[in-house]
């Protein structure tokens, strides 16, 4: 079965760091942009972070620049996530999509979410 699985989610203090961790289950990320969203109670999901599948530039929401930083693994297998510098306002469920397009095809997964919560 293809799909995504997060882990790396729990409680921190603000101030304190998390690492993400997007793995692929059944396929390689080679050829897959990778983008991190999260959702807060009560809004709308956002987009925290992507790299590309070509030369793996990065992108980064305001709010996160300077504190969050994507990567992949060279087995090309996970996309981690690290926070550091967390905030109360950093707390939701933190999502994985993974999304290619084969011959025309797109394809496209999405991770079953994993709960950051940033409180003293």
């Known amino acids: 079965q293809l799909q995504l699985v997060e882990s790396g989610g729990g409680l921190v203090q603000p101030g304190g760091s998390l690492r993400l961790s997007c793995a692929a289950s059944?396929?390689?990320?080679?050829?897959?942009?990778i983008g991190w969203f999260r959702q807060a109670p009560g809004k709308e999901r956002e987009g925290v972070s992507c790299?590309?599948?070509?030369?793996?530039?990065?992108n980064y929401a305001d709010s996160v620049k300077g504190r969050f930083t994507i990567s992949r693994d060279s087995a090309k297998t996970t996309v981690y996530l690290q926070m550091n510098s967390l905030r109360p306002e950093d707390t939701a469920v933190y999502s994985c999509?993974?999304?290619?397009?084969?011959?025309?095809?797109?394809?496209?997964?999405w991770g079953q979410g994993t709960q950051v919560t940033v409180s003293s």
């Open positions: 999509n993974a999304r290619a397009t084969f011959t025309g095809v797109s394809r496209e997964y």
């Open positions: 059944g396929f390689t990320l080679d050829y897959y942009a």
């Open positions: 790299i590309s599948s070509s030369d793996s530039s990065t």
